[in-house]
């Protein structure tokens, strides 16, 4: 408290208490001195404590400017790398836009290059060399990814790989597929990337790749001047050699070109059965054709004049013009009549008939086996047409179905079998029909004939009575 405010607190009491005295007034004023001296030494103190205070107080306000000074210099600092990092950013964008514009240009040539290689590989002998090219080759180029390292490094191998395959000639053992779509071994020439020539046993010929497995197949065979000349090459007798530089063309063509040899081959065991069957029944044919065309020969014109004869008289001459048609069965027929002249009628109907009969067997002889052959011939065909399918289905199990000229030799035995059994059976049923009703009408005639010959008998025994 201030020291007037004091004073002015003492007079105040003093004037109000008038009949104080001095002594109490005294005690007043000394109380009052020692409030002041309170009052001053508590001023002291507090302004010390203000002073102390203000002093931490600015020590903290230093710190703290200086804390906030480097804040702001941190900021600076940040903004000043955020800005970098923004151009950084803004450089990397537009080299991402730029990469990619390359990395797209590289995967379109990588697969432009990519399709064309796998056109070449599908259609190149060294594929069977590297079966596994085709599938890598479809691999790089599936997907709409772009290829990694890995992939242009793989890619890159293959094409040196293709490059140094495609001057060489090589000469390997290796398996091929046959026309019969077996798999055999054999000797294989390899003219790069051209063409490829076989040999097995005595047997050569081109070979082509499967544009599905990669797989070499032997084309059809050549003609017999191209077949000499690669025999001569692979034997070592001649270092020049047909090669087809149309990229497998000609050699499509040879494969596509089989004569019926060829195909009759194609259907397996079963086809020389049927084969057989088939000259067994021409065979038959022939001789019925021959036997039943010489039989039906002038046989009215025999006829005649033997009744001129029998009417005549002449008996004699009568048996000897039938006997110029020996083994004829018109002619045993009539002879047969002519034994019995001068017998009752029923004697010579019987003799004639017996006559007819016997010679019956003969006209129709071979005609039940034609037709049992012409039965015979499409079941061997169907016998073949379910080897073959099981053929197939065998090839289907070990070798999937994703490549169609390996389940060629089971289709091909399957059908061919067929064909040629129906090839066979329908000829046989037909001229077996036609021989058979040949033979009813000869054996008509010889009735006929009969008749006639039996009527001039009785005519002329009537004539004779």
């Excluded at 499967?210 to 070592?236: E, F, H, K, Q, T």
């Excluded at 002249?341 to 109907?349: H, V």
Aim: aromatic share 4%.
């Amino acid at each position: 408290m201030k020291p007037s405010r004091l004073i002015l607190m003492a007079l105040l009491i003093s004037a109000a208490i008038p009949g104080a005295n001095a002594a109490d007034l005294d005690q007043v004023a000394q109380q009052v001195v020692s409030d002041l001296n309170q009052a001053k030494q508590e001023k002291r103190q507090t302004v010390a404590q203000i002073a102390a205070s203000r002093q931490a107080l600015t020590a903290k306000l230093a710190q703290i400017r200086a804390q906030v000074q480097a804040t702001q210099a941190d900021v600076a600092s940040a903004q000043s790398q955020l800005d970098s990092l923004r151009q950084r950013r803004d450089q990397l964008q537009g080299l991402r836009v730029e990469h990619g514009s390359q990395m797209q240009a590289l995967k379109t040539a990588i697969e432009q290059s990519g399709r064309k290689m796998l056109e070449l590989a599908k259609h190149s002998p060294f594929t069977a060399e590297t079966p596994n090219r085709i599938d890598m080759l479809n691999n790089l180029l599936a997907g709409k990814r772009t290829p990694n390292m890995t992939d242009i490094h793989q890619y890159v191998e293959i094409a040196f790989d293709d490059m140094h395959a495609s001057r060489q000639i090589m000469h390997r053992q290796g398996a091929f597929i046959n026309r019969q779509g077996r798999q055999i071994q054999g000797q294989i020439f390899r003219f790069g990337h051209i063409d490829a020539i076989y040999q097995h046993a005595e047997s050569v010929g081109y070979l082509s790749p499967s544009p599905a497995s990669g797989r070499l197949m032997a084309a059809a065979p050549p003609p017999w001047r191209i077949r000499r000349n690669l025999d001569a090459y692979v034997n070592g007798r001649t270092e020049a050699v047909y090669v087809d530089i149309s990229g497998g063309a000609a050699i499509g063509r040879l494969a596509r070109r089989a004569g019926w040899w060829e195909q009759i081959k194609t259907g397996g065991v079963l086809v020389w059965p049927i084969v057989l069957v088939g000259l067994v029944a021409l065979l038959l044919m022939t001789e019925r054709l021959i036997f039943l065309g010489r039989v039906r020969q002038n046989t009215d014109r025999l006829m005649t004049q033997v009744t001129e004869l029998v009417l005549a008289g002449d008996f004699g001459q009568a048996l000897q013009a039938a006997q110029s048609r020996a083994g004829r069965p018109t002619s045993n027929v009539i002879r047969a009549g002519l034994s019995q002249q001068g017998q009752p009628r029923d004697i010579i109907e019987s003799s004639l008939s017996e006559a007819i009969l016997k010679e019956t067997p003969r006209l129709e002889r071979f005609l039940p086996t034609l037709k049992v052959l012409a039965a015979v011939a499409p079941l061997l065909g169907l016998l073949g047409t379910v080897t073959g399918m099981i053929n197939t289905f065998k090839v289907i199990t070990i070798h999937g179905a994703g490549d169609p000229r390996l389940m060629a030799g089971g289709i091909s035995e399957a059908l061919i079998t067929t064909q040629l059994g129906l090839a066979v059976a329908i000829p046989i049923m037909i001229i077996a029909t036609l021989l058979g009703r040949k033979a009813q009408r000869i054996a008509a005639d010889m009735e006929e004939k009969a008749m006639a010959m039996m009527a001039a008998l009785l005519k002329r025994q009537s004539v004779s009575i």
